[in-house]
């Protein structure tokens, strides 16, 4: 076997996820979902089998519920992992969610399909 250089094997790139579930939103308008944290928790156990380092938000445990500003820090730090030498981060949420017509239509599909959005739990109904 051919002797191993320590200063050209290549080193092991990290590979991060973000799972998102949310099951119930704060606003009363926006209806219960049943399933979202056991999904995301067996996404989360299939991802980490692969390999990956996860950060699952599933508010289960006594934990909140995923917040839009609990979510957005921790995209920004799977994002930093990448930038420091990472592969892009998967992200993976499970929630309700959807498309917002005539919004910013050149961003996502040059057919104008609309702006895919997700709903953190502190969504509101309001807002759509």
């Given at each position: ?20 579930s ?9 209806p ?26 599933d ?41 917002l ?28």
């Open positions: 076997p051919q002797p191993v250089d320590p200063w050209t094997q290549a080193l092991p790139v990290v590979r991060t996820a973000v799972v998102i949310v099951d119930c939103y704060d606003d009363r308008a926006i219960p979902l049943v399933h979202c944290a056991r999904d995301a928790q067996q996404v989360a156990y299939t991802l980490r089998g692969m390999g990956y380092c996860v950060r699952l938000l508010g289960q445990g006594g934990a909140p519920a995923p917040t839009r500003l609990q979510i957005l820090k921790e995209v920004a730090c799977a994002r930093d992992t990448a930038c420091a030498g990472g592969a892009p981060p998967l992200l993976y949420f499970c929630g309700r969610g959807g498309v017509q005539g919004q910013y239509p050149d961003i996502c599909s040059p057919e104008g399909a609309g702006t895919p959005f997700i709903m953190p739990a502190d969504a509101r109904s309001s807002a759509l």
